[in-house]
């Protein structure tokens, strides 16, 4: 059974080994991932990153969001990784239920999700399209030519 918590740095080490493992993430992206994490740590909530850890006997994943600067209700899940060996067992959707439930209890309207159009990314495109995400804009080779910025989007609220 998966228990999600808050991210304690304990945690540190295993997030940034499951990030490196997945073979989603370019080492700059892990390093930001830790920057985010040191962030969260040092000012915990106040930092504008929520960060919550899955485990079972270890961790096995963790979701970073919060709320989108300057807007209204909107809301970024910037990260969510689940370790190579518990991938397909439903923890990257218990992850990302939670954030939409905690998102929606601080009365927030809209989720947005950044990613890549590579080949590499479609099980992430088509993991959020599954639960109720659409793409809500394209940019084309905003990461570099022949790779383009996708945002996802799902609307939570009506407020």
């Keep these: 059974m998966v228990r999600i918590r808050p991210t304690v740095r304990a945690d540190h080490a295993p997030i940034l080994d499951i990030l490196k ?9 892990v390093e ?11 000012k915990s909530a106040e930092s504008g990153y929520w960060t919550y850890t899955a485990e079972t006997d ?17 809301y970024d899940i910037y ?8 991938q397909g067992k439903k923890i990257g ?18 989720i947005t999700v950044y990613t ?3 080949e590499k990314y479609g ?15 394209r ?4 990461y570099r030519p022949g790779d383009d910025l996708v945002v996802y989007v799902k609307q939570i609220s009506e407020d």
């Design 123 to 137: 099980s992430t495109r088509s993991f959020y399209l599954r639960r109720g995400y659409s793409e809500g804009c």
């Design 32 to 42: 930001i991932a830790d920057e985010l994490l040191n962030s969260y740590f040092d």
């Design 93 to 110: 959707t218990e992850l990302l239920t939670f954030a939409e439930r905690d998102i929606a209890g601080h009365r927030g309207r809209l």
């Design 79 to 86: 990260w969510i990784a689940v370790s190579p060996e518990e």
């Design 116 to 118: 890549s159009s590579q």
């Design 21 to 29: 493992r997945t073979d989603y993430f370019t080492e700059p992206e």
């Design 139 to 142: 940019i084309k080779d905003y």
């Design 58 to 74: 270890r961790v096995v994943g963790y979701v970073c969001y919060g709320p989108t600067p300057l807007t209204v209700g909107t």
